[in-house]
């Protein structure tokens, strides 16, 4: 079993940083990428940013040069830094990760930006 806990979530005023936090346990191994995703209200939830163990990183066109995903791996933890907030930003921010082909949700965290 492996669970993800996320935190760091808030409310913000437009151009604020906030960064979120993603801390796994149980039997998660260190190779798995991770992931955020993000749902807005009446919105399917959409991926964010992943980041391999490798350090490969991704991210939706949207959040491209505002936000960074990061890991420490040492703490299973996955971050993501994000600058330069938009009120579209606002949603509920998932992290993920897939093991022996299932997928793991944490409980979500708010982020809410006002203009």
């Known amino acids: 079993q492996v669970q993800l806990v996320e935190s760091g979530g808030g409310l913000v005023q437009a151009g604020e940083s906030l960064r979120l936090s993603c801390a796994a346990s149980?039997?998660?191994?260190?190779?798995?990428?991770r992931g955020w995703y993000r749902q807005a209200p009446g919105k399917q939830r959409v991926l964010v940013a992943t980041l391999t163990s490798g350090g490969i990183s991704s991210y939706a066109d949207s959040v491209k040069g505002r936000f960074t995903i990061s890991r420490d791996n040492a703490k299973n933890t996955v971050y993501l830094q994000m600058n330069s907030l938009k009120p579209e930003d606002t949603a509920v921010y998932y992290c993920n990760t897939v093991q022996l082909g299932r997928t793991y949700w944490g409980q979500g965290t708010q982020v809410t930006v006002s203009s």
């Open positions: 149980g039997s998660i191994f260190s190779f798995n990428t």
